[in-house]
C-alpha cells in the first residue's frame, strides 16, 4: 500500500516517494517546488498531485483499448463479450484486489458483473464506486463506447491500488448497458439495474457512484451538439468532459470538479444538474447511473457526450485509431482523484 508520509529529511523521502508511485516525475523540479512551499500541508499536497499527474499511463490506457476493441455483444458476439468480462477479472485481479461477481439473468440466459473490492480499513460499511460498461452494440467495436470507460477503469485501479481506505472502494464491468431493442431506449442498463437492485435489498451505504461513460472522443476541431432541453450554455467545440449528476449527487459533483482543478486544471468541464431522477431530460439518463438515481443513491455520469460529439457513435468506425487517449489520462486523473477524496486514505 502506499501511504504519504514525509516529514524527516525530506529530500530523500521525496525522492523514494518518486521511485515508488510515479513515472516520468521530475525530482529536480517538484524538489524546488517542495522547498519554497510555506508549510508541510502544501507540501506533502504538491507531492500527491504531481504524483497523480505522472502516474497515469497513456500507454496502458491504450493497451487496455485494444485489448477490449471489437463487438462484445450478447447475440452477435457473445464470447467476445466473455472474453472482456475474464480480461477485466484478471486484470483488476492481478492488482490485488478481493474479486467477486454478481451474476444475473436476462432473456433466459446468465451474465455478470464483475467487481473488485478494496475493503475499508475504519468504515467499511460505507462504498465507493467507479464503473463502466464492457459490452457493445452489435455492429461497433466500441472503441470509446465503451472500451475508453474500461479502459479508464483499470487504469484508475492501478493508481488506486496502492492505497488503503476509510471507506470501501468498488471497481466494477458492467455487462448489457447497451439496448437490447434499438427501438426501445429504456432497454438498456440491465446489469446496473440488477447491481443497483441487489444493493439496495443488501442495505449498502454507497457515498458515491462514478460511471465512466465514452470518455476518449474528443479535441478542439470536433464539434459539440446539445440534446433539447439542456438548459444551459454549452459549448460549441467538444474538448471538454461532461459531469452529470442529479441534485442529490451535488455533492458528488462537486468532488469531481474538485479534482479536476486539482490534479488536471487542464482538462475542460461543463456540469450538467438535472432535477428528480433526469425524467425532464431523458438523455441525461443514459447510461448507468441512472438506476442507482432511480434506487435513491448518489451517482454522476462522466462522459465526451457520445453522439452528440462523435460521428463514430455505434458504428464500425468506432475504433482506437479515432480517440484521443491524453484527453482519457485526463479524465483517469480526475477521477482517481475524486475517488481517494471520497474513500479518504488512511495514515
Known amino acids: 500500500m502506499y501511504r504519504l508520509n514525509v516529514s524527516q529529511n525530506k529530500c530523500d523521502r521525496l525522492a523514494t516517494t518518486e521511485l515508488q508511485f510515479c513515472s516520468g516525475f521530475s525530482y529536480e523540479s517538484m524538489a524546488k517546488s517542495y522547498i519554497s512551499a510555506e508549510s508541510e500541508d502544501q507540501r506533502d499536497g504538491m507531492i500527491l498531485t504531481e504524483c497523480f499527474r505522472k502516474s497515469v499511463s497513456i500507454e496502458r490506457i491504450r ?6 476493441e471489437g463487438v462484445r455483444h450478447p447475440l452477435a458476439e457473445p464470447e467476445a463479450l466473455e472474453h472482456a468480462a475474464d480480461y477485466i477479472a484478471e486484470t483488476l485481479g492481478s492488482m490485488g484486489y478481493e474479486m467477486d461477481e454478481q451474476h444475473f439473468p436476462d432473456n433466459g440466459r446468465t451474465f455478470r458483473n464483475v467487481i473488485a473490492t478494496r475493503r475499508g480499513l475504519h468504515r467499511p460499511h460505507e462504498r465507493i464506486a467507479v464503473m463502466a460498461h464492457y459490452d457493445t452494440v452489435a455492429g461497433s467495436p466500441g472503441a470509446d463506447d465503451n472500451a475508453s470507460g474500461v479502459a479508464v477503469m483499470l487504469e484508475t485501479a492501478r493508481v488506486l491500488a496502492r492505497f488503503s481506505f476509510e471507506r470501501t472502494v468498488h471497481l466494477i464491468g458492467v455487462s448489457l448497458e447497451e439496448n437490447e431493442n434499438n ?10 439495474r440488477a447491481l443497483a437492485a441487489h444493493a439496495r435489498e443488501n442495505g449498502w451505504s454507497i457515498e458515491g457512484v462514478v460511471v465512466l461513460e465514452s470518455v476518449a472522443y474528443a479535441g478542439d476541431c ?15 467545440i467538444g474538448n471538454f468532459v461532461a459531469v452529470v449528476g442529479n441534485e442529490r449527487s451535488k455533492e458528488l459533483i462537486d468532488g469531481f470538479v474538485r479534482a479536476v482543478e486539482r490534479y488536471r486544471p487542464d482538462l475542460p468541464h461543463v456540469v450538467l444538474t438535472v432535477p428528480g431522477n433526469g425524467e425532464l431530460l431523458p438523455d441525461s439518463r443514459r447510461s448507468d447511473h441512472a438506476p442507482f438515481w432511480d434506487e435513491g443513491f448518489k451517482a454522476i455520469m462522466v462522459t465526451d457526450t457520445t453522439n452528440f460529439r462523435s460521428p463514430h457513435y455505434h458504428l ?3 475504433t482506437l485509431a479515432t480517440l484521443n487517449l491524453e484527453f482519457a489520462a485526463k479524465v483517469c486523473c480526475a477521477t482517481a482523484g475524486v475517488i481517494l477524496e471520497l474513500a479518504r486514505p488512511t495514515q
Do not use: K, M, N
Open 222 to 236: 470536433v464539434v459539440q451538439t446539445v440534446p433539447a432541453g439542456t438548459g444551459i450554455t454549452v459549448p460549441e
Open 183 to 192: 427501438a426501445e431506449s429504456c432497454s438498456g442498463t440491465r446489469g446496473s
Open 63 to 68: 493497451d487496455h483499448i485494444q485489448a477490449l
Open 316 to 318: 464500425p468506425s468506432d
